[in-house]
C-alpha cells in the first residue's frame, strides 16, 4: 500500500502505477472516444461551435486527444500537475497542435490568463473529489470567467460506495463529499445544461443561451 498523497499537487509514479495499472479499463480511457462524440453531437444539435478547449487535469491524455481529433480546435491546452502523468501524456499527445502545462488546478487559476478570449470547452473529469474545499472555492470562480462550457464530472459519497460494492476498488484519495455539497459549490458559478455539461453564469443565462430547453436546466 502507498502512502497517501495530496491530490490537489498531483500524484506520484506509484500512484499512478498502482490505480492505472490496466487504463484501458479506466473511465475516460477505453470509451474517451465514447466521451468525446457525445459531447459534439450534443454541441452540434445546439449549434455551439468549439474552437478551443483545455483539459483541467488530463492525466494520461486519452480523453484530451480524442476531443481534440473530435472537435479540431485552433487552440488547445492541457495541465496536469503529476509529473509522472505529464510525461506519459506528452509522448501520447506529442503528434498533436495541443501545448500541456505540468500545474496544478489551483496554480493554473491563480497565474494570469494570457488568453484574450473565454476558451470555449473545459474538460475536468475525475479532479475535482481530490481537492479541498477552500481550493475549490478559489478556482470554480475563476473557471467560470475563463471557461464557457465545461465537461464536469467528479463522484459522489455515493458512486465511491458504488465503486467498492461493484468494482472491489475503494479509492483513499477521494474526499467524500454529497451530492448537495458539490451542487451548492457550482450554483454560484454554473448552470447544469446536460449529463456533465455546465454553462458558465458569467457569459449566457435564460436570455441568451444557446441551450434553451430551459427545463433541463438546474
Known sequence: MIKIEQGSKGFSKEYWNENYSEPEDMDGVFNAKNHAVYLKNFFDLENVEVKS???????????????????????????????????QSQKLLKSYDIKLENSDLLSWCKKKWQGKKAIDLGICTGVIHYLPEDEIKQILPVLAKRVRYLYFSVPTNRELDRQIDEMDFFDPYAIRRSKSKYLNLLKPHFSIVSSRVLESKNFYWEDNTRFTDLLFRF
Open 53 to 87: 478547449m483545455i483539459d483541467l487535469g488530463h492525466g494520461l491524455g486519452y480523453l484530451l486527444r480524442e476531443f481534440y481529433k473530435t472537435f479540431s480546435p485552433q487552440n488547445a491546452w492541457g495541465i496536469e500537475p503529476s509529473e509522472h502523468a505529464f510525461l
